[in-house]
Nanobody, 114 residues
């Protein structure tokens, strides 16, 4: 049973920072691919950052402000978010691919006040 859980969301003011975590419980099965997504009310879910192999890839809207990283085991992923803007307000979710299947966490709310 694969479980994906995000944490670290919250309410911050514009310009502040947050660090999100995504923990994957998959036993011995390795995570083949991983990405952070977000969905704001009334909007479609969009990709924020992902690993293409070992190379991080970012959406233009967050490039230079957000940093994706992972631990050595490849089971915990992080999204460091700096210089947050009100338009970053959304539910942030973690997506992982394991042996051809896709798994999602329930998401964590990030709210940025102006």
């Amino acid at each position: 049973q694969v479980q994906v859980e995000e944490s670290g969301g919250g309410l911050v003011q514009a310009g502040e920072s947050l660090r999100l975590s995504c923990t994957v419980s998959s036993g011995v099965l390795p995570v083949n691919a991983m990405g952070w997504y977000r969905q704001a009310p009334g909007n479609q879910r969009e990709l924020v950052a992902r690993f293409s192999g070992t190379v991080p890839v970012y959406a233009d809207s967050v490039s230079g402000r957000f940093t994706i990283s992972r631990d050595k085991a490849g089971k915990t992923y992080f999204l460091e978010m700096n210089s947050l803007k009100p338009e970053d307000t959304a539910v942030y979710s973690c997506q992982v691919h394991i042996w051809g299947r896709t798994y999602w966490g329930q998401g964590t709310q990030v709210t940025v006040s102006s």
